[in-house]
């Protein structure tokens, strides 16, 4: 197999921009932008998220069993590029970005459009990702957008033609 082939193969493949959130037993809290992110199921409502095995997020997410997934907007990339690097807790924020606990204690970014909280229900942990399926126990959105949902998500095309990484 031609290894830029496979590359160009994989990169058709879309994906929205979303911050992943977990918070651990001493109030510890993770953030990443991540964008393998699909609906698994409906009923019930399951999504699946791959997670690199040696992030904080991944730490996280297996100690607490709860995640969130925080939908980026348009025109929040400055957002994306923030939880590119490892993110860090000042009180109530993340990287400058304010937080409330959600339901499972999972940080909830307030200046995102939307997000989709989190019980993990299973693990596959296969090469430098792990998937994590979780049950959705909350969402939310600020406010009701325009056309289809799906077009006011940030996605990685948005980020520029340059920004893929891992090979």
């Not at 699909?38 to 699946?48: E, G, I, R, W, Y």
């Not at 406010?143 to 090979?167: H, I, M, N, S």
Request: with cysteine; proline share 5%; net charge neutral.
């Amino acid at each position: 197999m031609d290894a830029n082939v496979k590359k160009t193969a994989l990169r058709m493949i879309p994906y929205g921009l979303f911050v992943l959130t977990a918070k651990g037993r001493n109030d510890e809290v993770a953030a990443a932008t991540v964008n393998w992110v699909t609906q698994a199921s409906f009923a019930p409502p399951l999504v699946v998220v791959g997670v690199k095995t040696d992030s904080h997020a991944h730490a996280l997410i297996k100690e607490s069993k709860a995640f969130a997934l925080n939908v980026l907007g348009k025109g929040q990339t400055a957002m994306a590029f923030t939880f590119f690097k490892p993110a860090a807790r000042e009180g109530q924020s993340i990287s400058g970005e304010p937080f409330r606990s959600g339901t499972t204690g999972a940080p909830i970014l307030e200046r995102t459009p939307a997000f989709v909280e989190c019980r993990l229900v299973d693990t596959v942990e296969r090469g430098d990702h792990s998937v994590f399926v979780g049950e959705v126990v909350d969402a939310g959105v600020a406010a009701a957008p325009e056309g289809r949902p799906d077009d006011a998500t940030l996605v990685l095309k948005d980020l520029g033609e340059k920004t893929f990484y891992g090979g």
